[in-house]
């Protein structure tokens, strides 16, 4: 079949497996939004006069039966079709002859390509924001449910002064509250329109380019029609280090409760239906749920590297480097989603001992606690500490496990609610009900 840019040549064999290479596998991921943004496109070239009504109604039904195609999982990229924008048009000049080709008029399939990876980008964005919001939601509810639970916390793996449960769970749902503002600039960078920058240069076409803005839900568009084009592989940066942020605080709670839930610590333990066993040793319930989450985090954490390496020394402009992205960009957003499912559903079964600070080997985590109390006696805090480090050395310490902590975030005060209002605060910044409107309207 054709390419879009063919003239007579035929293209070798050879070059066009290595040049197509997983593309059309991504584009599927991108088919949708590839449509949307012909709708919006065309609708946008009729009011400037390059198509008529009677055109853009029978364009607009005919993409609005492939959108359905996609929806339905019928949507194919034809064996030797270059790519998803190749597809869409090549199924509307077979079903509307010469009208099918006019819909490429204004733009690129470099600009397509843009605009097709921001409408997925702020899809998946979504996703994982609902995800990483509900799990803050669960990691909430677990912290007051244990709240009155005490363990050691730990500096340089050393027991060193009492923590709970509640601080563990909190601590968790903060830290993704706080992952939340790097997914709202990502949120901000990715919301913003790049069509009608053509092949990088705009166009001599009176193309209205805050039109397609308004009709595709954008809350801006990438004004300078040559930063659109170096705006490609900069968007997927900026969002992978929001990814990123998400997925180091997972892997850090999934090492922690990998280590809890050893025999050593005993602080946490799973049911026998959530671990593998050993295929030589009979006793064993291995947390491999926690370890391949925090693996594939741990790769996560990578992502913006790869893509800077991809794109790092790259001047302005297109170049085919670009199309690598997609092949580790898109698949993160799946791999993410799972791993936050997951996390969520394990740490939501999971059985607490709530009996942990009663065992002898965690006594010395009381000593500052004793310090203070010495300290709120008059004994200077120096001399306090001093005299309590002589008992522990001489064997004479004996711990009070009546703690009474009440700063804000603390023990006896753990803010949950402020954490929650903090998250919602984020939330209420994000635009979704916007796009889904502008979607909405679209496939009226």
Not at 53 to 61: D, I, Q, V
Not at 125 to 139: A, C, N, P, Q, R
Not at 208 to 218: A, E, K, S
Not at 422 to 437: A, C, G, S
Request: aromatic share 10%; charged share 25%.
């Amino acid at each position: 079949m054709a390419k879009l840019w063919q003239k007579t040549a035929q293209l070798n064999s050879r070059i066009e497996r290595f040049t197509v290479g997983r593309d059309p596998e991504m584009d599927m991921y991108l088919a949708k939004y590839d449509v949307l943004g012909s709708m919006a496109h065309i609708t946008m070239l009729q009011s400037i006069g390059l198509l008529d009504k009677n055109e853009l109604e029978s364009l607009l039904a005919e993409l609005k039966h492939i959108y359905t195609l996609v929806e339905q999982g019928k949507f194919v990229i034809e064996p030797g079709v270059e790519d998803v924008h190749s597809q869409v048009e090549e199924l509307l000049t077979r079903t509307l002859g010469d009208m099918g080709k006019k819909i490429h008029s204004g733009r690129s399939r470099n600009d397509q390509v843009l605009l097709d990876m921001k409408l997925f980008t702020r899809a998946e964005l979504e996703k994982t924001v609902h995800l990483v919001s509900d799990f803050i939601d669960l990691l909430v509810s677990q912290s007051e449910k244990y709240k009155d639970v005490i363990i050691p916390g730990y500096t340089h793996l050393q027991v060193a002064m009492p923590s709970s449960f509640g601080l563990w769970f909190g601590a968790y749902a903060e830290s993704l509250a706080d992952d939340l503002q790097l997914m709202l600039a990502a949120w901000n960078v990715t919301n913003r329109n790049p069509l009608g920058s053509a092949a990088g240069y705009g166009s001599s076409f009176p193309l209205n380019r805050q039109m397609t803005t308004d009709l595709l839900g954008f809350d801006s568009m990438d004004y300078n029609v040559v930063y659109a084009q170096m705006g490609r592989g900069k968007m997927e940066r900026t969002v992978a280090y929001a990814l990123a942020g998400i997925a180091a605080t997972v892997s850090k709670m999934a090492f922690d409760a990998c280590m809890f839930t050893s025999q050593n610590f005993g602080f946490l333990k799973l049911a026998d239906e959530f671990t593998t066993g050993s295929s030589i040793m009979p006793h064993k319930k291995n947390p491999d749920v926690f370890e391949l989450t925090r693996s594939k985090c741990n790769k996560l954490q990578t992502l913006p590297q790869q893509i800077m390496a991809i794109t790092n020394n790259l001047p302005s402009g297109y170049f085919r480097d670009l199309q690598i992205i997609k092949e580790v960009f898109i698949p993160a957003f799946a791999e993410l989603d799972d791993c936050l499912e997951m996390a969520a559903y394990m740490l939501g079964a999971v059985q607490v001992n709530e009996h942990v600070s009663e065992d002898p080997k965690y006594d010395y985590m009381y000593s500052v606690e004793e310090v203070n109390r010495l300290v709120t006696q008059g004994v200077p805090f120096r001399d306090a500490y001093r005299q309590v480090g002589m008992a522990i050395e001489q064997g004479q310490f004996v711990p009070d496990r009546n703690i009474h902590h009440t700063h804000e975030g603390s023990i006896g005060n753990l803010c949950n609610d402020r954490i929650l209002a903090y998250r919602d605060e984020i939330l209420h910044k994000f635009t979704f009900d916007k796009v889904h409107k502008a979607e909405k309207d679209l496939l009226k």
